[in-house]
């Protein structure tokens, strides 16, 4: 493989990387409800699934019946491609197959009071990406005279894991108005790190080594508190749904960096190793508000929603002391965010067949609100800065509803897309080593869902009576 190809492999576990963290600034990149998930989240005023814990808990008031039901089961099938203009003919490609976050809910009374209780995994990525190459070959060590022989070992990692478990109630105000409220404790890991090592024989057979390794986590338990509106006017019904500010209860921050040189010359090699652990951190969500109609047509339903995302002042997930890596003055390690307000928008369709099926459509836009953010690479200062990489994705989604006598069976998948040009400022520099070099490039990424679920009204009436039938026979 040539220097050319590495590099672009190395930009391409980056971009990867970078996607996995920009999930967090895309809110809804992923949705929850078995007809939610077909309707591409548009259910503001309308959700008539185990969903609305998430969307408007003031729906809870049109359930009709206490019930049990699981998350369509999904399974993702995404791709990333990568156009590098330093080689007009290289392209990389990834493909993956895996299975997607979950939610198990249900309703309850007590106390003559209905609730709703909900878990789910908002996210789940775990990326492991790693690269070797061939023995390569060129002068990249200018004190040492000719060309080197070396090889290159490259392995980067992201975590982001968030589970939240919820309580929702709700009251009817009058025949046409109700207020609820879900709340949500959240358990929240986000972790990520990277290993470059070059292994370099010099002309007189002499071996230098140069490893960059640096990593983090932050751990977050707080809770979000969710505050749902509906009404229904005579030709639709309406929704508004408040999302408040992440509150954080519990917080902790780690980095972890290595950085060493040897066999190059006394001047030359160097070990810096740090760990530090319990650094101060935070984690903020900001402000939302969604607003909902759903409007019967006929027997069918258009489902119409707006969701506004405030903006978040720039702010340090981790406060990093400075550190020595060498240089005359004392490196600064900043950890910081910033986002954009945001404002998305989407329709959906419910389209009646006859009593047994139904059938889903949806679309909605899923702007990127991340204006800066600090990633594994630039942490570590292996590059210039954030990338922009402008993830603005698009989501459609499709499927049906079949209804039998004991549960309802959901099918259906989803489509995500988005294509992005970007300059990148990737390299990779020492003093000594030297491999710095810009290009143009396009990313691609696909994305396709497939559905399965079920919703299973345990405690229905129908199912009761049926059991009492079994006991008298």
């Known amino acids: 493989m040539t220097l050319m190809h590495f590099k672009q492999v190395i930009l391409f576990f980056f971009l990867v990387g970078h996607i996995g963290i920009a999930q967090q600034g895309n809110y809804k990149y992923n949705n929850f409800g078995n007809r939610t998930i077909l309707l591409a989240g548009n259910v503001t005023g309308s959700v008539e699934d185990f969903g609305l814990a998430y969307y408007n808990p003031a729906r809870l008031t049109e359930i009709k019946n206490d019930g049990f039901a699981f998350n369509a089961k999904a399974y993702e099938y995404s791709t990333y491609k990568l156009d590098d203009a330093i080689d007009g003919n290289a392209t990389l490609r990834d493909s993956k197959f895996n299975t997607l976050p979950s939610m198990a809910a249900g309703t309850f009374s007590l106390f003559g009071t209905r609730f709703a209780y909900s878990v789910f995994t908002k996210y789940a990525t775990n990326t492991n990406l790693n690269f070797r190459s061939d023995l390569l070959e060129k002068d990249i060590i200018e004190t040492l005279p000719g060309t080197e022989k070396y090889n290159?070992?490259?392995?980067?990692?992201?975590?982001?894991?968030?589970?939240?478990?919820?309580?929702?109630?709700?009251?009817?105000?009058?025949?046409?108005?109700?207020?609820?409220?879900s709340l949500f404790g959240s358990i929240y890991r986000y972790g990520g790190g990277s290993n470059l090592e070059y292994t370099i024989q010099a002309q007189d057979n002499g071996v230098a080594y140069y490893q960059n390794r640096p990593s983090f986590r932050q751990d977050s338990y707080g809770v979000f508190v969710k505050i749902g509106g509906s009404y229904h006017f005579p030709a639709?019904?309406?929704?508004?749904?408040?999302?408040?500010?992440y509150m954080e209860v519990f917080k902790k921050g780690r980095f972890d960096y290595q950085s060493v040189i040897s066999?190059?010359?006394?001047?030359?090699?160097?070990?810096?190793?740090?760990?530090?652990?319990?650094?101060?951190?935070?984690?903020?969500?900001?402000?939302?508000?969604?607003?909902?109609?759903?409007?019967?047509?006929?027997?069918?339903?258009?489902?119409?929603?707006?969701?506004?995302?405030?903006?978040?002042?720039?702010y340090q997930r981790i406060e990093v002391p400075e550190i020595d890596t060498g240089q005359t003055e004392p490196t600064a390690v900043a950890f910081e965010e910033r986002r954009k307000a945001v404002l998305n928008f989407g329709v959906g369709a419910e389209i009646y067949v006859n009593e047994m099926v139904n059938l889903y459509a949806g679309f909605s836009t899923d702007f990127n609100s991340i204006v800066s953010s600090s990633n594994i690479?630039?942490?570590?200062?292996?590059?210039?800065?954030?990338?922009?990489?402008?993830?603005?994705?698009?989501?459609?989604g499709f499927g049906a509803v079949l209804k039998f006598s004991w549960a309802s069976l959901i099918v259906g998948a989803t489509h995500t897309k988005n294509t992005t040009d970007f300059n990148s400022p990737y390299k990779f520099q020492s003093d000594d080593i030297d491999l710095g070099e810009s290009s143009l490039s396009v990313l691609s990424f696909t994305r396709w869902q497939f559905i399965a679920g079920l919703d299973i009204p345990f405690l229905n009436r129908k199912l009761i009576d049926v059991q009492k039938g079994k006991t008298e026979d």
């Not at 975590?159 to 025949?175: F, K, M, P």
């Not at 740090?274 to 101060?280: F, I, P, R, S, V």
């Not at 210039?384 to 698009?394: A, E, I, M, V």
Request: hydrophobic share 40%; aromatic share 10%; charged share 20%.
């Open 377 to 396: 690479m630039a942490i570590a200062g292996n590059s210039s800065g954030y990338t922009d990489l402008d993830n603005d994705y698009f989501h459609t």
């Open 236 to 245: 639709f019904d309406f929704g508004v749904n408040v999302n408040l500010p």
């Open 263 to 314: 066999g190059i010359g006394q001047d030359s090699d160097q070990l810096f190793s740090y760990k530090l652990n319990d650094l101060e951190s935070k984690r903020k969500e900001p402000l939302g508000i969604s607003i909902g109609a759903g409007v019967p047509i006929a027997r069918n339903k258009l489902h119409i929603n707006l969701d506004y995302m405030k903006d978040l002042a720039s």
């Open 152 to 181: 290159i070992d490259f392995r980067i990692n992201y975590l982001l894991r968030e589970q939240l478990l919820g309580l929702t109630w709700a009251q009817a105000v009058t025949d046409k108005f109700s207020l609820g409220i």
